[in-house]
């Protein structure tokens, strides 16, 4: 794991900002939205790819994108930011109706990254533990899917949670409206990382990359 790095807090626009958010009121706040994935689903139909890995390599293209979802602080509590943050997503024991928290490390290239989340899935399918790889590391972020129902709704209350500045994503199932396919997507953010126009530039960006799935493959 690399460290974070430091902030420049002179050059930082939202220095105040963040000081607001994270000392004086500290907040987070959740949204939820319908992403089209129409052409996504139709692509993945026709490869042999898998969906929810496709799902959390779309999701961990657009974190790694911006600075203001890869954030941390360091040691000294100051801002910094990760180079990189990884998808931690969840794995559904069927059997025993528990649930297993895993991770893969982001690759740009969707076809390796695919592979190896694959491989991780397959592995964790039977876990008993909830953590088999052990203790996930500082730089990952949360996906998790409830692919049994789908939501207009969806908020995590978690104690101390402004204290986690990453952001943290819950995904749907499927539903079809007007002829068209969408996902049920929920999104938490820490005020301090991230204002809502950040928030509705990574959903946009989101449905851009779905809209054009040609990375999908065979």
Request: charged share 20%.
């Amino acid at each position: 794991m690399t460290c974070p790095e430091p902030i420049d807090l002179a050059d930082w626009n939202r220095r105040e900002t963040f000081e607001h958010y994270r000392r004086a009121v500290p907040c987070t706040y959740a949204i939820t939205v319908e992403i089209d994935v129409t052409a996504f689903a139709a692509a993945l139909a026709r490869s042999s790819r898998k969906t929810y890995v496709a799902q959390i390599w779309a999701i961990a293209t657009v974190v790694n994108r911006h600075r203001e979802f890869r954030m941390a602080e360091t040691d000294a509590g100051a801002p910094a930011v990760w180079p990189v943050v990884h998808p931690a997503f969840t794995v559904f024991n069927a059997e025993r109706e528990t649930f297993a928290a895993v991770w893969t490390p982001y690759d740009a290239d969707f076809a390796r990254f695919h592979d190896a989340a694959a491989e991780v899935l397959a592995a964790a399918a039977s876990a008993t533990a909830m953590f088999p790889q052990g203790e996930l590391s500082a730089d990952v972020f949360d996906i998790s899917s409830l692919p049994w129902t789908s939501f207009t709704g969806f908020t995590l209350n978690i104690d101390g949670g402004t204290n986690h500045l990453l952001p943290i994503f819950t995904l749907g199932r499927y539903l079809d409206r007007d002829g068209r396919t969408l996902l049920p997507l929920a999104v938490q953010i820490h005020h301090a990382a991230a204002d809502g126009f950040h928030t509705a530039r990574l959903v946009r960006e989101l449905e851009e990359l779905v809209a054009d799935p040609s990375w999908v493959g065979a």
